[in-house]
C-alpha cells in the first residue's frame, strides 16, 4: 500500500518516535510504573485484510507502557511497536501478506499479566467487486441520510444517546438512515440516477448532539453512526444498489474530525493535530496562499494547519502516523461496504503532498476507484490547480495531486448567476473557455446546489422556468451531473440548516410523499418528469455523456452548443452515425426569440438537423446552407440530431 520510501520514512519517524518515548518514560518527573495488566479497549482498524502490505494498527487501552505485543493463532506478524508515553497508545505494524483469513488473538503483555482481544482478518472483495468508479456517463444523487426516510424506527430514540430526534429542530438529528435510503432506491432510479453519494456515516455520537447529525464532526472514523444503521446496514444498501446496476459513493473527511473526539484530549502522538483544542489557529479560504508560489509558509500554514469553523481538529498530514491511519481509513470502508467511489470534502486544506501520495497508493490498490474533490471556489484557475493529472508549482512546491476530478464549482457559480441573478448567458460559455486548465475537464462534476448552499429556488431572482434551464444544462453539458436531493421536486431552502429539510414522504405523518408520483402536486410532478425525461435522454445519446463540447454561440439570454462523440476526450465514446452530434440550444427569457449562427468552420459544419429530441413543438430549428437558424419559446431547451 506504500511506496518504500514512504515506508522507509515512517519506520524512521516510529523509530525516532520510540526514542523519545524512551526519553519521556525515563526523564519524567512524573512516574509511569506498572501497577496492573495490561487493559485494550480499542483497535482501529477494528478488522483488517489479508494480501495487503505492511499495515499499522493503532491500540487504545491502559497500562501499555513497557507491554510486549504479539500475535496468536495466525501466520499473521507484528514487526515494529511503540507505545506512548502515558500507556495509552500503542502503535503496531501489522504483516498480513501471507495470513489467511479467520480470527487471531492480539495480546499484550507485561509485568503483571496479559491481555488478550480477537481481531478478525478477511479475505480482500475478489476482483469481480472491487471499485467500479464513477465516470460522465453517471448521474450522481446527493443524500444526506438524516434527511431522506427513516426506515428503521429502532435508530430513531437511542437510549444512551443524550439529545432525543427532534424534527422540530433544524439542527437535530430527525430520524433519516441507511434503510430508508434503500427502500427508496426504486424513486432513484426512475429519475435517471446511477451513483449515490451520502454524506459522512462516521460515528458522531461521543458528542452526544444532536447538531452532528450532519456527519462531519467524526469521534469514531471506523464506525458507522447509530443513528443512521450499522455497517450491515450499509453492505445492505450497497448491495441492494449494485443488484441495479448503481453505483455508491462515500463522503469521507482526511482533514479533520469532531470537537468531541477522544484523540483531542489524548492524543496518540503529541503533533496528531496541528495545535489543541485550547491553542490553535482559525482556518482562512486563502487558497491563493498554495496556488502562489512566492505565498509564505507562514499565510500557506493558516489555510492548512486553521482549524475549520474554529472548532474542528486538524488533523496534521504532515505526521507518517496520521498518514497511514487515513489512507488505511479509506481502504477499510472501501474493503468493508464494496464502495465505488469517494467524495472528499475540504480538499485545498489538507497539503499536496498528502494527496498524492494518498492517491498513488489508493489507485495502486483500486485501478478503477475514483473520487472527486470539494474545491468551493468560483475561480476555475484555482479549482483547477488541485485537480490531477498535472503537476502544478505552488508555495509548497510542485505536485500532481491525482485526483479524478473536482466538483466544477466555476460552473456552479456561473449557473446561479446567469439563471437567477440575470446576468448574461455568456457567463456560462466564459467557464467552458477555461476548460485547457483541467488535464480532464470531461471528468467535471457539475452541479447546481448542495448541502452547504441555498436551494436553487430560494435563491433571490430564481423561478421554475430558471431551474428547468438549470436541469437542461446539467444534462447536456460535459462531465457528470449531481443532484441534491429534493431538487427534482422544487424543494426550497435558504442557507445552512435551511437547506436541509425532511424529503416529503420520507418521515412519519408526511401529508403527502413525493416518492409516489400520484401523490405529488402538479409542480412537483412537472418537474421531476422533465429531470427523468432529461437524464434518460442524456443516457441514450453517448455524445451528451462524453462527447467533446464546442459552444457555438453565446449571448445574453442564449447558449448554443453541439456535443460531438468524434472530438471526445477519452476514447470509447463511440455512437451511431446519426447521432455522433447532439445540437443544445437554450433560450433564457419570457418571450419567443430568434437567433442565427454561422457554422462556417466549426464542428458543426455541413449539420443536417435531424431529429428533435427535447422542444419539439415550442421551439424551431433549421439548418439553410451554413447558417443554424433557431426559434426558441420562453425559457426553453432544445435538443436535436446534428447528422
Not at 472527486?372 to 503537476?391: I, W
Not at 440548516?497 to 418521515?507: H, I, L, S, T, Y
Request: net charge negative; hydrophobic share 40%.
Amino acid at each position: 500500500m506504500y511506496r518504500h520510501e514512504h515506508k522507509t520514512n515512517l519506520q524512521i519517524f516510529i523509530r525516532t518516535l520510540y526514542v523519545v518515548t524512551l526519553f519521556l518514560a525515563c526523564c519524567s518527573s512524573v512516574s509511569f510504573a506498572q501497577s496492573a495488566k495490561p487493559v485494550i479497549t480499542k483497535i482501529d482498524p477494528p478488522n483488517w485484510f489479508t494480501r495487503v502490505p505492511d499495515s499499522l494498527l493503532l491500540v487504545h487501552g491502559e497500562h501499555l507502557e513497557n507491554t510486549t505485543f504479539t500475535l496468536h493463532n495466525t501466520s499473521a506478524r507484528l514487526t515494529e511497536q511503540t507505545i506512548s508515553p502515558n500507556g495509552h497508545w500503542a502503535f503496531l505494524t501489522f504483516v498480513t501478506a501471507t495470513a489467511q483469513p479467520g480470527t487471531l488473538e492480539v495480546v499484550a503483555t507485561n509485568t503483571h499479566g496479559s491481555t488478550s482481544v480477537p481481531y478478525a482478518l478477511s479475505a480482500r472483495r475478489s476482483a469481480a467487486d472491487q471499485p467500479k468508479g464513477f465516470n460522465s456517463s453517471d448521474v450522481m444523487y446527493l443524500i444526506m441520510p438524516d434527511r431522506f426516510a427513516d426506515g428503521d424506527k429502532a435508530n430513531d430514540k437511542l437510549s444512551n444517546f443524550r439529545d432525543p430526534d427532534d424534527r422540530s429542530l433544524s439542527r437535530s438529528y430527525h430520524g433519516g438512515d441507511l434503510r430508508g435510503i434503500q427502500e427508496h432506491l426504486d424513486y432513484l432510479q426512475q429519475l435517471g440516477v446511477t451513483t449515490l453519494w451520502t454524506t459522512p456515516l462516521y460515528d458522531n455520537s461521543a458528542a452526544q448532539s444532536g447538531q452532528s447529525y450532519h456527519g462531519y464532526s467524526a469521534t469514531d472514523m471506523y464506525a458507522v453512526d447509530p443513528h443512521f444503521g450499522s455497517m450491515e446496514d450499509y453492505r445492505a444498501l450497497v448491495a441492494a444498489a449494485h443488484a441495479r446496476g448503481m453505483k455508491v459513493v462515500l463522503d469521507t473527511v482526511p482533514n479533520h474530525v469532531g470537537p468531541a473526539h477522544p484523540w483531542v484530549k489524548d492524543s496518540p502522538t503529541p503533533d496528531w493535530f496541528h495545535g489543541t483544542a485550547a491553542s490553535h489557529i482559525k482556518v482562512d479560504d486563502d487558497f491563493a496562499s498554495v496556488t502562489d508560489p512566492a505565498a509564505s509558509a507562514a499565510r500557506r500554514n493558516v489555510l492548512l494547519n486553521g482549524w475549520f469553523a474554529d472548532i474542528l481538529p486538524d488533523l496534521n498530514q504532515d505526521n507518517p502516523l496520521v498518514a497511514q491511519y487515513l489512507t488505511q481509513n479509506a481502504v477499510w470502508w472501501i474493503e468493508s461496504a464494496g464502495l465505488d467511489g469517494l467524495r472528499i470534502d475540504t480538499f485545498p486544506y489538507v497539503p499536496r503532498s498528502f494527496w498524492h501520495n494518498y492517491n498513488e497508493q489508493l489507485q495502486a490498490f483500486y485501478p478503477h476507484l475514483t473520487e472527486v474533490g470539494e474545491v468551493f471556489n468560483k475561480d476555475p484557475h484555482l479549482t483547477s490547480f488541485f485537480a490531477g493529472g498535472r503537476a502544478h508549482a505552488g508555495s509548497d512546491g510542485t505536485y500532481d495531486t491525482l485526483l479524478y476530478t473536482p466538483f466544477d464549482y466555476p460552473m456552479y457559480f456561473a449557473l446561479r448567476a446567469a439563471l437567477t441573478h440575470h446576468e448574461p448567458m455568456t457567463a456560462i460559455a466564459d467557464v467552458l473557455q477555461s476548460d485547457g486548465l483541467y488535464a480532464h475537464p470531461e471528468r467535471l462534476v457539475t452541479f447546481i446546489g448542495n448541502h452547504d448552499t441555498k436551494r436553487f429556488l430560494s435563491e433571490p431572482g430564481a423561478s421554475p422556468g430558471g431551474l428547468h434551464l438549470a436541469f437542461g444544462l446539467l444534462a447536456t453539458l460535459r462531465g457528470m451531473p449531481q443532484l441534491y436531493y429534493g431538487d427534482e421536486i422544487e424543494m426550497k431552502g435558504g442557507d445552512d440548516p435551511d437547506n436541509r429539510k425532511d424529503f416529503p414522504g420520507g418521515f412519519p405523518g408526511a401529508n403527502a410523499s413525493a416518492f409516489v408520483a400520484e401523490v405529488r402536486s402538479p409542480e412537483q410532478a412537472a418537474m421531476f418528469d422533465w429531470v427523468s425525461r432529461l437524464m434518460a435522454l442524456r443516457h441514450d445519446h453517448a455524445a451528451l455523456t462524453c462527447g467533446g463540447l464546442q459552444v457555438l454561440s453565446s449571448k445574453e439570454d442564449w447558449l448554443v452548443f453541439l456535443r460531438d462523440s468524434s472530438h471526445a476526450a477519452t476514447p470509447g465514446c463511440s455512437a451511431a452515425a446519426d447521432e455522433r452530434r447532439m445540437l443544445v440550444a437554450v433560450h433564457r427569457g419570457s418571450k419567443t426569440d430568434t437567433l442565427a449562427i454561422d457554422l462556417t468552420q466549426t464542428w458543426a459544419s455541413g449539420c443536417r438537423v435531424g431529429k428533435t429530441e427535447l422542444g419539439e413543438g415550442t421551439s424551431t430549428v433549421e439548418v439553410d446552407g451554413q447558417q443554424l437558424k433557431l426559434q426558441m419559446g420562453s425559457d426553453d431547451v432544445l435538443i436535436a440530431a446534428c447528422h
